[in-house]
């Protein structure tokens, strides 16, 4: 019973890692300022960097249910003032994105709360919470980080098959498929934004996970020595 219960709160763990290191690159505005000066965006889009910086502020609220359209109005370098998002297949693609993230905060916070009730669980039935918590998370990060590194090849081998397939998995219809001639939303983020914050992303994910896996393992030598052989053997 103690490893069926630390093995559902490891996986717990793992699904806020990932939610995490998602949600951690979407929301880092320094980020979005580094794209946008590295690939000159306001440029490309006719905007001055400090307009397309709010415009960005406003799109991350929308996406964090913060406000409730994406009327959003930019002055442009022509002087003139006039809505931003106003591509009909954009704004239908963005209420997708908007669906998909709350499902990611419903995970996330599923995962929070059912792995806080069962550590009290462990703690009432008297099961020693953190070592079975370090083994198990130990080995479920561990596996993960396996497939993840398999996932990762696949990726970089071709990036362009594995965005298509994603948007193929997570979304059911095309109007992810913009034109960039007509949409600001896909000059604001081209292709090329999703490689560099695919790579932030790993970079998070291998970050969390090692030290998952470090701080468990310290912990676990650390202490099984000084347990008794009547507790050793019963952990193990």
């Known amino acids: 019973m103690k490893w069926i219960i630390g093995y559902i709160a490891a996986i717990c763990v793992l699904l806020i890692i990932i939610a995490q290191s998602i949600f951690i690159p979407t929301f880092f505005m320094p980020f979005f300022s580094w794209h946008y000066e590295r690939r000159d965006i306001p440029g490309v889009i006719g905007i001055e960097k400090d307009e397309l910086m709010y415009v960005t502020v406003e799109l991350l609220d929308y996406m964090r249910g913060r406000r409730d359209d994406?009327?959003?109005?930019?002055?442009?370098?022509?002087?003139?003032?006039?809505?931003?998002?106003?591509?009909?297949?954009?704004?239908?693609?963005?209420?997708?994105?908007?669906?998909?993230?709350?499902?990611?905060?419903?995970?996330?916070?599923?995962?929070f709360w059912l792995l806080l009730f069962l550590i009290f669980g462990m703690a009432f039935f008297k099961i020693p919470i953190l070592l079975v918590l370090a083994r198990c998370c130990r080995e479920v990060v561990v596996v993960f980080l396996i497939l993840l590194g398999i996932l990762v090849g696949i990726i970089a081998f071709d990036f362009d098959t594995a965005f298509v397939v994603f948007h193929l998995m997570f979304f059911n219809n095309d109007y992810w498929l913009l034109d960039p001639a007509y949409s600001l939303l896909l000059n604001m983020v081209p292709q090329i934004f999703f490689v560099e914050i695919s790579i932030f992303i790993g970079l998070l994910l291998l970050l969390f996970s090692a030290a998952v896996i470090v701080v468990s393992t310290i912990y676990l030598r650390m202490t099984l020595p000084r347990n008794d052989t009547h507790t050793v053997a019963r952990f193990r």
Not at 90 to 111: K, P, T, W
């Open 70 to 111: 994406l009327v959003v109005y930019a002055t442009f370098l022509d002087g003139e003032e006039r809505q931003f998002f106003t591509n009909r297949e954009e704004i239908i693609h963005m209420v997708d994105v908007l669906d998909l993230y709350n499902a990611g905060f419903l995970i996330r916070n599923i995962s």
